[in-house]
T-cell receptor, first 112, second 110 residues
Framework: SQQGEEDPQALSIQEGENATMNCSYKTSINNLQWYRQNSGRGLVHLILIRSNEREKHSGRLRVTLDTSKKSSSLLITASRAADTASYFC????????????FGQGTILTVHP | SQTIHQWPATLVQPVGSPLSLECTVEGTSNPNLYWYRQAAGRGLQLLFY??????ISSEVPQNLSASRPQDRQFILSSKKLLLSDSGFYLC?????????FGQGTRLTVV
């Protein structure tokens, strides 16, 4: 299975602080993606990092990928109350063509 | 541009009634299509995925079935709903490494 497992399950911080979430997976991948889900709504794609990349930035988001440890991290800098959401990672590629499985996610709460 | 349509947004159905949720994709061809279910406060569970017309892979044994009658149409069905089928259902498509989600259908079985 390509399932990504996010850690921690829940994270509570103050506005302005940085938030770091981690994701581990089991087998080889072609890419890893991070998504955000606001309560009761669809998922929004945040960032994709390919297996040959080590770090990627998008605005206040920074994603790293360590294929030797089969892990990735998502850093949100200078967090805002609007960043409150659940964050999921999903791995694609490898031996399970077409199959995308998600972990349980990290629930991030940013207090104003 | 590519878009994904999923409807209805909310649905309340009695136990034992049939279900049909439809998802259509625009602006792309031969996408991989997915149905996920999310129980309250939990992660997404992959129910079905399809890499082509008529090709359906089922991930978990359940009361549901899926069909792909056209390249960009994915349908989730049930002949008789159970209380445990309640949840938030998400359709998604992916191509060339990118995945896009519909807005979801919140199904309540009463």
């Amino acid at each position: 299975s390509q399932q990504g497992e996010e850690d921690p399950q829940a994270l509570s911080i103050q506005e302005g602080e940085n938030a770091t979430m981690n994701c581990s997976y089991k087998t080889s991948i072609n890419n890893l993606q991070w998504y955000r889900q606001n309560s009761g709504r669809g998922l929004v794609h945040l960032i994709l990092i390919r297996s040959n990349e080590r770090e990627k930035h998008s605005g206040r988001l920074r994603v790293t990928l360590d294929t030797s440890k089969k892990s990735s991290s998502l850093l949100i800098t200078a967090s805002r109350a609007a960043d409150t959401a659940s964050y999921f990672c999903v791995c694609a590629g490898g031996t399970s063509y077409g199959k995308l499985t998600f972990g349980q996610g990290t629930i991030l709460t940013v207090h104003p | 541009s590519q878009t994904i349509h999923q409807w209805p947004a909310t649905l309340v159905q009695p136990v034992g009634s049939p279900l049909s949720l439809e998802c259509t994709v625009e602006g792309t061809s031969n996408p991989n299509l997915y149905w996920y279910r999310q129980a309250a406060g939990r992660g997404l569970q992959l129910l079905f995925y399809s890499v082509g017309i008529g090709q359906i892979s089922s991930e978990v044994p359940q009361n549901l079935s899926a069909s792909r009658p056209q390249d960009r149409q994915f349908i989730l069905s049930s002949k008789k709903l159970l209380l445990s089928d309640s949840g938030f259902y998400l359709c998604a498509w992916s191509r060339q490494g990118r995945t896009f989600f519909g807005q979801g259908t919140r199904l309540t079985v009463v």
